[in-house]
């Protein structure tokens, strides 16, 4: 899916993935949004050809971050993309969905600015 059209975008079986760093801990690494510099092409499964984008968006609700810039982080990053994935450090708990909820009616309010 790589720029020139192969499949192995992630390297071998062995190598390191390289990219966005990335590690565990509740410390945030990454700030505000970062794109990935190499554009992905693919081709769906009924033939449409897409391009694939990888962005990187800094974690929500952290000790660093108010509740307005983790909202305006996911209004951008949703406004932008088609595949959201949201990513815990555990099982999804309640609370994990009332975070969501805020971010989502954050998001929405500022999509209809």
Same mark, same amino acid.
């Given at each position: 899916y790589g720029s020139d059209g192969g499949n192995d975008w992630l390297g071998g079986d062995e190598e390191p993935l390289r990219g966005f760093n990335w590690r565990g801990g509740s410390e945030r690494d990454t700030t505000g949004i970062l794109m990935w510099s190499e554009i992905f092409k693919a081709t769906l499964d009924n033939g449409e050809k897409v391009a694939i984008i990888l962005l990187d968006t800094q974690g929500a609700? &952290? %000790?660093? %971050? =108010? /509740?307005? &810039?983790? +909202?305006?982080?996911? +209004? $951008?990053? =949703?406004? @932008?993309?088609? @595949?959201?994935?949201?990513n815990l450090s555990q099982n999804i708990?309640? &609370? &994990?969905?009332?975070? $969501?909820? /805020? $971010?989502?009616?954050y998001g929405l309010k500022v999509h209809n600015v």
């Open positions: 609700f &952290d %000790s660093e %971050s =108010t /509740v307005r &810039d983790c +909202a305006t982080i996911f +209004a $951008l990053s =949703t406004m @932008v993309s088609s @595949v959201l994935i949201y708990q309640e &609370d &994990d969905l009332q975070h $969501l909820q /805020v $971010l989502i009616i």
